[in-house]
């Protein structure tokens, strides 16, 4: 700044600049500012070129506390002067307190070496507002929160206990376990089906002495580190390892039922050939079954029954929804044949009537034999011959000594038609009188089905002819009498075989000239 000094004369000096200092200062802990005692809290100033410090206790300086930081561990009300270019600012204060830091002692109620099975109590102090974190080998022990804990593995304990913010940890107690925890372990599923079985294994250990328990009963001789389980029941087992004894808890071994497996046909063990028979397994809740025929599998036969159609020695596997099977004895069917029931004939079937063919089927005597004409029994045709005279359908049912049921073929049996000859010249043409070597009026028959033909007794001078359809007589009689004449056929069936077709009769007549000269 100029000053100006005015009396009767002036005169100017020369100028000083004048620079105005601003320096904060700010102190700042490290932490909380209530701490525990035995430890410390870190207070902090910022900084600044050129500055230096002083630290104060409540309005006392520290002697030596001439740094940017102070360690304090006692109570108190901080503050730090901070000083530049000969300008003093004295900080925030920042009031320290201390907490009382709790007791921690350990106190063990009993051995600390014991077998397992066993365990101590172990004891810290008690006091208001404290609380407890417990450790083994240094890792904190979920939910151990209470003042006391109770030990029951080895391992070094400890116990932190806190009062507000602080804490002391105890000093260690070492306990000992000696021994091992029986426990089994089994080497498979501890629920099977009969013949079966689980390995059951103990602790391991060289020195370890075992004894096996089931349902709390011992086991005699059951000494060894396994043992192999095949009955339902509750398993323990004892071990005794460095003199100390510890039974294992309980594993409980199922042996699941085995279904019963068994196979009924009505008491049908034989059915006959070209039918079916059923074979029934026993059944039950959650049951499953194979079929098999002669050990082999039948595809797809997966249900209680088995509808069969071929003899075989039939077996069923029965399995539970457990898994557990039976297979069933042996159930031999058999097949019976069918008997023989085919139609030989002893000549055609088609013959005239009043003729007949016999109908024979092979003879067994265990057969039974029934002839039957179009739907219905021929009563009394009972035995493997039949002669058939009437035109039908022919069959036989043939019953075996099984059971088993035959019918034949039919024989179908008909008549030939019979050989026609039939008067062509009007009713009663075919018998004439006739004067002898007068001409006869011709008698013409139509023939049917003849295949050769004679006419016998005409007279003398009185022929026939045949074209194989029409039978002519005719001629002059030259000889007297009473001429009864029959026609042979054959071809067809015959109706009449040298029957009398017809008389011719021829006299000796007088004519009327003979008469006047006599």
Not at 123 to 134: D, H, I, K, Q, V
Not at 405 to 433: E, K
Not at 486 to 492: I, L, P, Y
């Amino acid at each position: 700044f100029p000053v100006t000094i005015r009396k009767q004369c002036s005169q100017t000096s020369n100028a000083v600049s004048v620079v105005a200092q601003n320096i904060v200062a700010a102190v700042t802990p490290s932490g909380p500012s209530a701490i525990c005692f035995g430890s410390q809290l870190r207070l902090r100033v910022n900084t600044g070129i050129g500055r230096t410090y002083q630290w104060y206790s409540g309005t006392a300086p520290i002697v030596g506390a001439t740094d940017t930081a102070l360690m304090v561990s006692t109570a108190g009300s901080y503050y730090v002067a901070v000083t530049q270019n000969g300008c003093t600012q004295n900080s925030n204060t920042v009031a320290v307190t201390v907490n009382t830091t709790p007791l921690a002692t350990l106190t063990p109620v009993g051995p600390t070496t014991f077998c397992v099975g066993s365990s101590v109590l172990l004891n810290a102090n008690t006091g208001s507002g404290l609380t407890y974190a417990w450790r083994r080998d240094s890792v904190l022990i979920p939910g151990a929160t209470s003042s006391s804990y109770n030990a029951v593995a080895t391992g070094s304990y400890t116990v932190t206990v806190t009062l507000g913010n602080c804490s002391t940890v105890s000093s260690a107690v070492a306990v000992t376990v000696n021994g091992v925890a029986a426990a089994i372990t089994p080497n498979g599923p501890t629920s099977f089906c009969p013949g079966g079985s689980v390995v059951l294994a103990a602790n391991l250990g060289s020195n370890n002495t075992y004894q096996w328990y089931k349902d709390s009963v011992l086991i005699t001789g059951a000494n060894g580190m396994t043992f192999v389980a095949t009955q339902s029941g509750s398993y323990r087992v004892s071990v005794v390892s460095a003199g100390c004894l510890s039974t294992s808890p309980a594993v409980n071994v199922v042996v699941n039922p085995q279904p019963s497996a068994s196979i009924t046909s009505g008491g049908q063990t034989s059915f006959c050939a070209g039918t079916t028979m059923t074979l029934f397994a026993n059944t039950g809740t959650g049951l499953s079954y194979q079929w098999y025929r002669d050990s082999v599998t039948v595809p797809g036969a997966n249900s209680a029954s088995l509808v069969i159609n071929q003899a075989g020695n039939y077996s069923v596997l029965v399995t539970t929804g457990l898994g557990c099977s039976r297979l069933s004895a042996v159930y031999p069917i058999t097949l019976n044949p069918l008997p023989s029931a085919v139609i030989s004939a002893s000549g055609p079937l088609a013959f005239c009537s009043g003729d007949s063919v016999t109908l024979t089927v092979p003879l067994d005597t265990t057969n039974r034999y029934q002839w039957q004409l179009g739907a219905g029994n021929v009563v009394g045709a009972t035995s493997s011959v039949f002669k058939a005279r009437n035109p039908g359908s022919y069959r036989v049912m043939v019953v075996s000594a099984q059971g088993c049921t035959s019918y034949s073929a039919p024989a179908v049996v008909s008549f030939n038609p019979s050989i026609g000859i039939n008067l062509a010249t009007g009713t009663g043409s075919n018998n004439q009188s006739v004067c002898k070597d007068s001409a006869l009026s011709s008698i013409i028959f139509t023939t049917q089905l003849v295949s050769s033909l004679v006419v016998n007794g005409l007279p003398a001078g009185v022929t026939y002819s045949w074209s194989g359809s029409v039978l002519i007589i005719s001629g002059n009689p030259t000889s007297v009498g009473t001429f009864n004449y029959t026609v042979v056929a054959t071809g067809g069936c015959v109706n009449a075989n040298n029957i009398n077709f017809g008389t011719i009769v021829v006299t000796n007549c007088i004519c009327r000239s003979e008469e006047r000269r006599l």
